[in-house]
T-cell receptor
Framework: DVKVTQSSRYLVKRTGEKVFLECVQD?????MFWYRQDPGLGLRLIYF???????EKGDIPEGYSVSREKKERFSLILESASTNQTSMYLC???????????FGSGTQLSVL | AQTVTQSQPEMSVQEAETVTLSCTYD???????LFWYKQPPSRQMILVIR??????QNATENRFSVNFQKAAKSFSLKISDSQLGDTAMYFC??????????FGAGTRLTVKP
């Protein structure tokens, strides 16, 4: 079975903290993604990566950065967490081309 | 830019009945892919069905089928014989290139016993 694993299901952080969200996939997929999910807005792309050490900005990259040092791992970093970054974060991966995305089970982040 | 619109924020259906979820999209591309994803309370996004735009035949997966109208840019999902386990958020998604998937805002479906 394909598997995308997100390190935390729930996370509570304080304003100004540096936050790391980790994602690992075991499908040898080239592409990896970070989405943010908010009610009424659907899923919005933050960053994606199509290869190791490669990254591209999505629609809402401000306040976020990413790291992909190994093919199977894609990290989302909040350099200085703010309350407006309280949200559900979903990681996904896909094979090169137009394959469907496979998702992790999400991290609900609360920034207080 | 491609956009996806789901005009029904919430819907409900009686168990065993049929329900149709609407989705429209906007694109100038001719070759693309469309998806329906389901997100139950567990939050796990599950691929329900996929449609290639160059295929005229509507995709089906067991009780799930789509009505793909390319000229109208419409991609609705029909769920037949609804079951309680179908209760979930449903997202319509559009993909042109392999790294640019766009999602609608979602439709919350409740199946009532």
């Amino acid at each position: 079975d394909v598997k995308v694993t997100q390190s935390s299901r729930y996370l509570v952080k304080r304003t100004g903290e540096k936050v790391f969200l980790e994602c690992v996939q075991d499908m040898d997929h080239e592409n990896m993604f970070w989405y943010r999910q908010d009610p009424g807005l659907g899923l919005r792309l933050i960053y994606f990566s199509y290869d190791v050490k490669m990254k591209e900005k999505g629609d809402i990259p401000e306040g976020y950065s990413v790291s992909r040092e190994k093919k199977e791992r894609f990290s989302l970093i909040l350099e200085s967490a703010s309350t407006n970054q309280t949200s559900m974060y979903l990681c996904a991966s896909s094979s090169a081309g137009t394959g469907p995305l496979f998702f992790g089970s999400g991290t609900q982040l609360s920034v207080l | 830019a491609q956009t996806v619109t789901q005009s029904q924020p919430e819907m409900s259906v009686q168990e065993a009945e049929t329900v149709t979820l609407s989705c429209t999209y906007d694109t100038s591309e001719s070759n693309y892919y469309l998806f329906w994803y389901k997100q139950p309370p567990s939050r796990q996004m599950i691929l329900v069905i996929r449609q290639e735009a160059y295929k005229q035949q509507n995709a089906t997966e067991n009780r799930f089928s789509v009505n793909f109208q390319k000229a109208a840019k419409s991609f609705s999902l029909k769920i037949s014989d609804s079951q309680l386990g179908d209760t979930a958020m449903y997202f319509c998604a559009f993909m042109f290139e392999g790294y640019d998937m766009r999602f609608g805002a979602g439709t919350r479906l409740t199946v009532k016993p």
